[in-house]
């Protein structure tokens, strides 16, 4: 069974310092890694993917993430924070094809001025 | 990226009565969509996989009496929570991925509110 972890259930960073939010996967083969954010009320909204290649991967709103496949790792980083960064993160993965994501239990971030 | 259109955003109904919530691809057919429900403060929780043409297949514990998913065409997949109680009350989001816009990554709706008085 594949699954994700998020040891952190808040974060918080002053606005300018940079951020990490955790995730740890646990899978059987090639790891297909997601991040995405939601606003309260909203659906959750594409950040990043780690399928293959590179293991610093780019993705939206200056967002990015590093897949260590050493310590089952794809942690969400951000060099500088902006208090429009403050949401819930969630980390997920998902199986070849197309199959559902499972996801981590969400990380709140939270921006301070 | 792909878009995924879900309706209605909030609905407030009477215990008893059932609710439809739609999930629209828009720019891109999906055999597959996916239902999700979400708790206050906690994660998504896979209800069910709904396929095109067929039957859905529903996660452990969803009751599929209650919460009816049809999915008709390539576009469209349907939601209906039937009878209604307030344990019902829930943010409700579906999602569907299309394996030429994107490898992998899924689409989500806006996600449904349905508060059962």
């Known amino acids: 069974a594949q699954s994700v972890a998020q040891p952190e259930d808040q974060v918080n960073v002053a606005e300018g310092n940079p951020l990490t939010v955790k995730c740890t996967y646990s899978v059987s083969g090639n790891p297909y890694l997601f991040w995405y954010v939601q606003y309260p009320n909203r659906g959750l909204q594409f950040l990043l993917k780690?399928?293959?290649?590179?293991?610093l991967v780019k993705g939206s709103y200056g967002f990015e993430a590093e897949f260590n496949k050493s310590q089952t790792s794809f942690h969400l980083k951000k060099p500088s924070a902006l208090v429009s960064d403050s949401a819930l993160y969630f980390c997920?993965?998902?199986?070849?094809?197309?199959?559902?994501?499972?996801f981590g239990k969400g990380t709140r971030l939270s921006v301070i001025a | 990226g792909a878009v995924v259109s879900q309706h209605p955003s909030w609905v407030i109904c009477k215990s008893g009565t059932s609710v439809k919530i739609e999930c629209r691809s828009l720019d891109f057919q999906a055999t597959t969509m996916f239902w999700y429900r979400q708790f206050p403060k906690q994660s998504l929780m896979l209800m069910a996989t709904?396929?095109?043409?067929?039957?859905?297949?529903?996660e452990q514990g969803v009751e599929k009496d209650k919460f009816l998913i049809n999915h008709a065409s390539l576009t469209l997949s349907t939601l209906t929570v039937t009878s209604a109680h307030p344990e019902d009350s829930s943010f409700y989001i579906c999602s569907a991925s299309d394996a030429v816009v994107g490898f992998g990554e899924a689409f989500f709706g806006q996600g449904t509110r349905l508060t059962v008085v």
């Open positions: 997920a993965v998902r199986g070849i094809g197309n199959t559902p994501l499972v």
């Open positions: 780690y399928i293959t290649g590179d293991n």
């Open positions: 709904s396929n095109e043409g067929s039957k859905a297949t529903y």
